[in-house]
């Protein structure tokens, strides 16, 4: 697990976009974190730095629930925070997004266990005062990391 700390809205885009450089082309990224923790301000600079749009495209998908950045290689921006029914949840149309070979970031994608791959990566926000956040990336739990490089399981 790897673990930074921001002192400005400006830095957490920063760290998205360094953090972008190290995942892969397919992945699921789960941003987690209370209100105004950073989750979106860090998709800003993870779509950045993937190459599939400037910071300020990126904005919350409180309401459309889900956004689509770049062409060719592409990201999904998934905010379920509205979603409480299974039914809502369907008409998202997370399990096709899953299906599709490209970068998914999910806001408030915990609250729905089941739905995420084994290798999904986690990255954990916390407001420590107004300007500060800490922000926990942990990879995956299939073992591919560099936890678990000996072959064994
Ligand atoms: N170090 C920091 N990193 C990120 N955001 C910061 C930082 N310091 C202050 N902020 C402010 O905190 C807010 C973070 O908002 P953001 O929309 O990214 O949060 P969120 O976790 O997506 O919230 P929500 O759950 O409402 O979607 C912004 O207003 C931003 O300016
Ligand atoms: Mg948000």
Redesign the pocket.
């Known amino acids: 697990m790897q673990v930074y700390f921001?002192?400005?809205?400006e830095?957490?885009i920063a760290l998205g976009r360094r953090l972008a450089q190290e995942l892969p082309s397919r992945a699921v990224v789960l941003l987690i974190?209370?209100?105004?923790?950073?989750?979106?301000?860090l998709a800003k600079g993870i779509v950045h730095g993937l190459g599939a749009g400037e910071p300020d495209d990126v904005s919350?998908p409180?309401f459309t629930l889900v956004h689509e950045y770049g062409e060719g290689p592409r990201v999904y921006h998934v905010?379920l925070?509205r979603i409480s029914t299974a039914q809502e949840l369907d008409s998202v149309g997370v399990d096709e997004l899953l299906d599709r070979d490209a970068v998914v970031l999910v806001?408030w994608g915990e609250r729905f266990p089941h739905l995420w791959p084994a290798d999904r990566i986690e990255i954990h926000?916390r407001r420590l005062d107004?300007?500060?956040?800490e922000v926990k990336v942990k990879p995956g739990v299939s073992g591919h990391g560099p936890e678990n490089s000996s072959g064994w399981p």
Request: hydrophobic share 10%; glycine share 12%.
């Open positions: 921001t002192n400005s809205e830095e957490t974190g209370e209100l105004g923790a950073g989750k979106t301000t919350s409180t905010d925070y806001e926000l107004d300007d500060r956040r």
